[in-house]
């Protein structure tokens, strides 16, 4: 039996974010780790008189939670992730916040998978928390920062 073919590392993974899910900016130098929540869909059961087993239904997907850490670097940039979601974060009530990432990598009319909180007409994915860096003085790593994307859903297609 042979391995199957295609199989990637995430070492050329592609991360890019969006305010307004149709320009993006690429982050792929800074984003550490990209790590979606599952995908659900709520569940329920009743017992009912004559079966000895529950009635199950299953209702609509549930949104979907993508955690981003990145590295924090010192500047005041908005080519620095942390100071361009940083700006969304101080926006009145939240600001919008898409997130995308392709495993293959950024390479337009690849084909390849990207998954995205967003789709190509649109987006209503938002910033719901940011942890600004902090560090240990025993780590000799980088310093890290961590934010939080919610949206409706997880969207699948193809690398325009």
């Not at 009635?55 to 979907?64: K, S």
């Not at 590295?71 to 940083?86: L, N, R």
């Not at 995308?100 to 990598?105: E, F, I, L, V, Y």
């Amino acid at each position: 039996m042979a391995l199957p073919t295609g199989i990637l590392s995430s070492c050329t993974m592609c991360v890019q974010l969006s305010t307004d899910g149709t320009t993006w900016a690429d982050f792929s130098d800074w984003i550490a780790v990209i790590e979606p929540g599952a995908v659900t869909r709520p569940t329920a059961e009743q017992a009912v008189f004559g079966e000895d087993t529950m009635a199950t239904a299953v209702g609509h997907r549930n949104p979907v939670e993508v955690t981003i850490r990145s590295v924090f670097t010192d500047g005041s940039t908005t080519a620095d992730p942390f100071h361009y979601i940083w700006t969304q974060w101080t926006t009145n009530c939240g600001g919008s916040l898409a997130v995308r990432w392709a495993p293959s990598g950024c390479v337009s009319g690849s084909g390849y998978q990207v998954f995205s909180t967003a789709t190509a007409t649109g987006h209503y994915s938002r910033l719901i928390s940011q942890t600004p860096p902090s560090g240990d003085a025993g780590d000799p790593g980088p310093i890290m920062w961590e934010a939080v994307v919610r949206a409706p859903e997880l969207y699948r297609a193809a690398y325009a």
